[in-house]
C-alpha cells in the first residue's frame, strides 16, 4: 500500500527559509493531488497548499507569496518551498496524496505522518 514521508521540518527563526520532502512509496499506480497541511497546538489542521498531476497549485491566503509547492512525478514526491517565514507558522506539517496502488484500486487518501517547523521570532 503506498505510503508517505515526510522529511526537512526544523526550527528556524522568523524571517528564515525551510524545504520539505514528501516522498510515497509502496505500491504506486498513478497519484493525483498532493498537498500539505498543517496543524499548530489547540487548532485544527488547515489547508497550506496543493498541487495536481498537471502543476495546478493552489494556496491558503496566510503563505501566498511566501510558499512554493512543486512536484516531481517520476519521483513520486512533492515539496513545499517556505520563505519569510513568521511564528505563527508554527505547526506539525504534514502532507497527504489521493493515489491509487493499482489500476484496479479506487483512488484514495493517504497522510503522512507529519514534520514539525518552529519559527522562534
Known sequence: QGQLVESGGGSV????SLRLSC????????I???GWYRQAPGKQRELVATITS?????YADSVKGRFTISRDN?????YLQM???K?????????????????YHRAHVVWG?????????
Do not use: F, W
Open 74 to 78: 517520476a519521483k513520486n514526491t512533492v
Open 87 to 103: 511564528p505563527e507558522d508554527t505547526a506539525v506539517y504534514h502532507c497527504n496524496a489521493d493515489l491509487r496502488e493499482t489500476y
Open 23 to 30: 516522498a510515497a512509496s509502496g505500491r504506486i499506480y498513478s
Open 13 to 16: 527563526q522568523a524571517g528564515g
Open 32 to 34: 493525483n493531488v498532493m
Open 113 to 121: 505522518q507529519g514534520t514539525q517547523v518552529t519559527v522562534s521570532s
Open 54 to 58: 498537471g502543476d495546478i497549485t493552489n
Open 83 to 85: 520563505n519569510s517565514l
